[in-house]
Structures are given as C-alpha cells and as structure tokens.
T-cell receptor
Framework: DAMVIQNPRYQVTQFGKPVTLSCSQTLNHNVMYWYQQKSSQAPKLLFHYYDKDFNNEADTPDNFQSRRPNTSFCFLDIRSPGLGDAAMYLC???????????????FGDGTRLSIL | SQQGEEDPQALSIQEGENATMNCSYKTSINNLQWYRQNSGRGLVHLILIRSNEREKHSGRLRVTLDTSKKSSSLLITASRAADTASYFCATADRGSTLGRLYFGRGTQLTVWP
C-alpha cells in the first residue's frame, strides 16, 4: 500500500512556466519534507513542515515555494523553472514525537521534472 | 559541508558475496541512518543506529558506528541481484530539533547473478 504518493511521476514544463508538484500521505505524519535530487547526487533538503510551521533551508532559492493545506497534502511550487531545476523531487514524511530526529523518513517515489 | 561521504562510490560484486559500504561524517550526531534507492524510485529506510550504539543488525544487514572516527559501515551479507541499488547514509545532528537529515552522495551497488 502506497503511503507517500507523489504526482505526477514525470513532469515536463517549459523554461519559466510555473509548475506544481504534489505529495499526499496516508501515514498521518506531522512532518513533511521536500528534497531535490540531481543525477548521482545526494538528496538536498529544500524545506519542511512541522505541522503548519514552515522551515526553509537557508540556501533554498526563492523560486521554490511550498504549501501545506492540511496534514495529508503538501505542494511544491516552482515559480519560474530554469534549466538547473531539472531534477528528481522527493517528498518524505516522519512522525515527530519524543526524540524528533530519531524517526526514520518515509519517501514517495518522486517526481522527475524536465525543463524544455 | 555537513554531508556524509560514502565509500566506495561504486561497488560491483557477484551474488552470494558480501558487500561493505562505508560512510564518514563531520559533525556530532544524534543518529545515523541508511537508506536504499532503486533506480528511478524513492528512498527506503533500512536501519537507524543511535550515537550510543555500536552495532545493529536487521536480517542480512549489519551496521556499525564508530563515533570517535565519525564513521559507519553497512554490510550486506549473501548479496542478491535484487540488492542492486544506491545506498545512502544520512546523519541527524546532535541537538537538532527539526529532524533534518544530511545525506551523502551514495554508493551504487551492482550485484551480478
């Protein structure tokens, strides 16, 4: 049973045309993360939500925004995609409780974004 | 960089052999986690080892942690073709309250039938 679902699996957009990637989860986890992963590189954390609290990484470009309308859904918006934004975008969740950082993260299968 | 570094970058072995991957990191950690990623898929959590643990087992997986050397190793015993994937270590910094993980670049493991 899929627990973290990302749609679409593949997305093609044009240079400069806004694009939205979506993530949903059935785990009822209160933390959701967005990562960017380029070929043969480490996943790079863009930002995450702890419930409704948004935490942006210092080096995440302003071009990247996120929304979390409820516990189950989280969106990644790229306002003006450039060629350098072509990558796999991974959504992950975890449950925050005692020892917040001792929880594993559960990943979706990602959305591969191509820029024309 | 706070990222871990895996070694080797690529490893190619025959089915039945053992595979050992190493990870080095730079900061004081709360825990270290290993993940697997099949081609074109998301990451799957394999095992978490806390900073006060030295060794942990899960099925054919054995993870060791040496905090004095800031290093960890992942051993896969009796490897199978289905173990072919990229393996990443990820560290959670001591004192971090945000659950942030820092991933290494990964080791690409190929297991030949």
């Amino acid at each position: 049973d899929a627990m973290v679902i990302q749609n679409p699996r593949y997305q093609v957009t044009q240079f400069g045309k806004p694009v939205t990637l979506s993530c949903s989860q059935t785990l009822n986890h209160n933390v959701m993360y967005w990562y960017q992963q380029k070929s043969s590189q480490a996943p790079k954390l863009l930002f995450h939500y702890y419930d409704k609290d948004f935490n942006n990484e210092a080096d995440t470009p302003d071009n990247f925004q996120s929304r979390r309308p409820n516990t189950s859904f989280c969106f990644l918006d790229i306002r003006s995609p450039g060629l350098g934004d072509a990558a796999m975008y991974l959504c992950a969740t975890s449950s925050a409780g005692t020892g917040f950082s001792n929880q594993p993260q559960h990943f979706g299968d990602g959305t591969r974004l191509s820029i024309l | 960089s706070q990222q871990g570094e895996e070694d080797p970058q690529a490893l190619s072995i025959q089915e039945g052999e053992n595979a050992t991957m190493n990870c080095s990191y730079k900061t004081s950690i709360n825990n270290l986690q290993w993940y697997r990623q099949n081609s074109g898929r998301g990451l799957v959590h394999l095992i978490l080892i806390r900073s006060n643990e030295r060794e942990k087992h899960s099925g054919r997986l054995r993870v060791t942690l040496d905090t004095s050397k800031k290093s960890s190793s992942l051993l896969i015993t009796a490897s199978r073709a289905a173990d072919t994937a990229s393996y990443f270590c990820a560290t959670a910094d001591r004192g971090s309250t945000l659950g942030r993980l820092y991933f290494g670049r990964g080791t690409q493991l190929t297991v030949w039938p």
